[in-house]
């Protein structure tokens, strides 16, 4: 079992900046890919960036590419998002996920078997 917690989301104005955290606990060990996701109001949840652990190979979904960074700390408990540039289409919940079956596509939410419990990014004037 893996437990996953979010952290830092809340409002910022258009052109602002964000950082959410991940606090991955539990047997982490077995993690293949740890990811971000984000699910605005009647839309589908979105990949927003996977890191695969072993290999750190890291994918951004291509409407946060240039925009949003991701890093992991050395000891991999900790996956931090940091969002620039924000606009009002990235107003969403976002969500920390792991996935230790190691099948599907990164972006897929449904290759993910742990996920947080989602924290509100909203993105206004």
């Known amino acids: 079992q893996v437990q996953l917690v979010e952290s830092g989301g809340g409002p910022v104005q258009p052109g602002g900046s964000l950082t959410l955290s991940c606090a991955a606990s539990?047997?982490?060990?077995?993690?293949?890919?740890l990811a971000w996701f984000r699910q605005a109001p009647g839309k589908e949840r979105e990949g927003v960036v996977g890191v695969y652990q072993d290999t750190g190979v890291t994918y951004y979904g291509d409407s946060v590419k240039g925009r949003f960074t991701v890093r992991q700390d050395s000891a991999k408990y900790t996956l931090t998002l940091q969002m620039d540039s924000l606009q009002p289409d990235d107003n969403a919940i976002y969500y920390c996920?792991?996935?230790?079956?190691?099948?599907?596509?990164?972006?897929?939410?449904?290759?993910?078997?742990?996920w947080g419990q989602g924290i509100q990014v909203t993105v206004s004037s």
């Open positions: 996920a792991a996935d230790d079956r190691g099948t599907g596509s990164w972006w897929r939410a449904t290759r993910y078997n742990y």
């Open positions: 539990g047997d982490t060990s077995r993690t293949y890919l």
